[in-house]
């Protein structure tokens, strides 16, 4: 079965570009996906088909996917994106999601 | 508003069964592809299963065989009869619509199912 992989934690000074990789055997054939989690709350779309924004996500939020590896891009960083992301691709009519990776702002 | 919301989470004994109800509102329930999402406690997330548009379904290895999901597009409601019920299953579980863009860009509040003696 296909396999997604997060790094489990990433740390980043406010104001500064946070990275968050996603890894997948030629993740870069199929289109990925991210979610953005806060403690306590349902899961939000933050990027969908590699790099689109859903109306209302901010600027600041970009995503790229290539070879093996899928990356989201937080610019700017603030504070109130202190969250868990999780990463998601299609594996024919199945859902993968990554592990996970917990954005600390420090 | 386009919103979902679950019920139907509860307290159950290994073995037992459980069904949980999505409402929708604000979208035509009927055009879209719909999924449960679970999550355990300090977990990640994990699917479950799909309803597509046409009434054909999918289901994840760890629950085929023992749940079944279903709509019943009059009443914008999608369903998950859990049968078989393990302490495994014991989670957060999430309904969520699938965009035309194939995300899923609408989440519910979840409801939580705890598999107990």
């Known amino acids: 079965s296909y396999e997604l992989t997060q790094p489990p934690s990433v740390s980043v000074s406010p104001g500064q570009t946070a990275g968050i990789t996603c890894s997948g055997d030629n993740l870069g054939d199929r289109f990925a996906y991210w979610y953005q989690q806060k403690p306590g709350q349902s899961p939000v779309l933050v990027i969908y088909q590699d790099n689109k924004r859903p109306s209302g996500i901010p600027e600041r939020f970009s995503g790229s996917n290539s070879g093996n590896t899928a990356t989201l891009t937080i610019s700017g960083t603030q504070a109130m994106d202190e969250a868990d992301y999780y990463c998601?691709?299609?594996?024919?009519?199945?859902?993968?999601f990554g592990g996970g990776t917990s954005l600390t702002v420090l | 508003e386009v919103q979902l919301v679950e019920s139907g989470g509860g307290l159950v004994q290994p073995g037992g069964s459980l069904r949980l109800s999505c409402e929708a509102s604000?979208?035509?329930?009927?055009?879209?592809?719909m999924h449960w999402v679970r999550q355990a406690a300090g977990e990640g997330l994990e699917w479950v299963s799909t309803?597509?548009?046409?009434?054909?379904?999918y289901y994840s290895g760890s629950v085929k065989g023992r749940f079944t999901i279903s709509r019943e597009n009059a009443k914008d409601s999608l369903y998950l009869q859990m049968n078989s019920l393990r302490a495994g299953d014991t989670a957060v579980y999430y309904c969520t619509r699938e965009s035309d863009g194939n995300a899923f860009d609408i989440w519910g509040q979840g409801t939580m199912v705890t598999v107990s003696s």
């Open positions: 998601q691709a299609w594996d024919r009519s199945t859902v993968v």
């Open positions: 604000g979208f035509t329930f009927t055009y879209y592809h």
């Open positions: 309803i597509d548009a046409a009434g054909d379904t």
